[in-house]
């Protein structure tokens, strides 16, 4: 009965050593970019919300998702050598920052596609007079 107990022990302990050292073993990877990876998941998701809601119209949602597609090209650059430096990682994020502020911008400027046609519905609402848009003059 004691050794049953002992090799139940020792099992355990052996089999949470080896998991300790698996875990151990691995190195991070060099070249994830986890927090850029989810900022970029996060603003696609702005750009899409803004897009459906008339928040953005297509003009602006194209812009903005082009400038996404730059903010890839360079982590794929950065992770070309094998390693993402700190300083490719400040510039990855200074990038996004950037992203994120224009993402805010243009999702409050006031153009609206509310009927989601890629054209402008309204700009700028009112802004001057209803009655010089109709043609009539005082």
């Known amino acids: 009965m004691k050794t049953k107990m002992l090799l139940g022990i020792l099992a355990l302990a052996a089999s949470g050593a080896y998991a300790q050292s698996a875990n151990m073993g691995s190195a991070p990877n060099p070249t ?3 927090r850029v990876d989810q900022r970029e998941a996060n603003q696609e998701r702005r750009i899409q919300q803004g897009v459906h809601s008339g928040q953005l ?3 602006e949602a194209h812009r903005l ?4 597609g730059r903010i890839d090209r360079a982590e794929d650059k950065a992770k070309a050598d094998g390693k993402v430096t700190a300083k490719e990682r400040a510039h990855l994020g200074n990038m996004q920052d950037r992203a994120s502020q224009d993402i805010g911008r243009e999702k409050h400027d006031r153009q609206r596609d509310m009927n989601h046609d890629g054209r402008k519905d309204r700009q700028h609402a009112d802004r001057g007079n209803t009655e010089r848009h109709q043609g009539k003059r005082h």
């Open 32 to 34: 994830a970019t986890p």
């Open 57 to 59: 119209t297509q003009r």
């Open 65 to 68: 998702e082009n400038q996404q």
